[in-house]
């Protein structure tokens, strides 16, 4: 009899630690809502040359020149051109929107200063929203700081490279 109460709690107990480590894992996946279809990692000769519209503001893929831009901390936009690169590369880009508040400005600052590479903030315009992450073909745009967002798309994105 009291291995039938076993039997019985356990068949209880196992499906719902099924139920709440299943949940957890899909959580923690990259949400499907940042994808954004890659539009190739073509090789171009310079920022100038012609190619086809990125199809987001920041781009997340396409057409980018072979240099890459200095990890950490910039003042001013970079290229896309020469961003995008760096997204192929396994970088992640925290863009804020300029005239953000310059304490935000500072979290931000802060909080990439922890990397000491593959991450990159920068101002960037145009942009619908006050921050938004990129790495290749994933985006996020947030209307506020939230750290953890941000810790999280860079721990989940940086350092997976994207040539082929």
């Known amino acids: ?17 099924l139920v709440v ?17 890659s539009q190739g990692n073509q090789h171009i000769e310079t920022i100038d040359t012609s190619h086809e519209s990125y199809s987001t503001s920041p781009p997340t ?7 890459i831009a200095r990890w950490g901390v910039h003042t001013e936009q ?8 760096n997204l192929e590369d396994g970088g992640v880009i925290v ?4 005239g953000t508040d310059q304490d935000i400005i500072d979290q931000l600052t ?6 000491s590479e593959s991450v990159i903030l920068e101002p960037y315009e145009p942009m619908d929203s006050m921050i938004t992450l990129t790495a ?3 985006i996020e745009y947030m209307q506020e700081l939230n750290e953890e967002r941000i810790t999280s798309f860079i721990s989940t994105y940086k350092g997976i490279d994207h040539h082929k």
């Open 1 to 17: 009899m009291r291995k039938t109460k076993i039997i019985r709690a356990l068949s209880i107990i196992i499906p719902i630690i």
């Open 21 to 37: 480590a299943l949940f957890a894992w899909a959580i923690s996946r990259p949400q499907p809502e940042n994808f954004v279809a």
């Open 61 to 67: 893929s396409g057409p980018h020149i072979g240099s």
């Open 78 to 85: 970079i290229a896309d051109e020469l961003q995008i690169h």
């Open 95 to 98: 863009h804020y929107l300029p």
């Open 110 to 115: 802060s909080l990439v200063n922890r990397y």
């Open 136 to 138: 290749w073909s994933r």
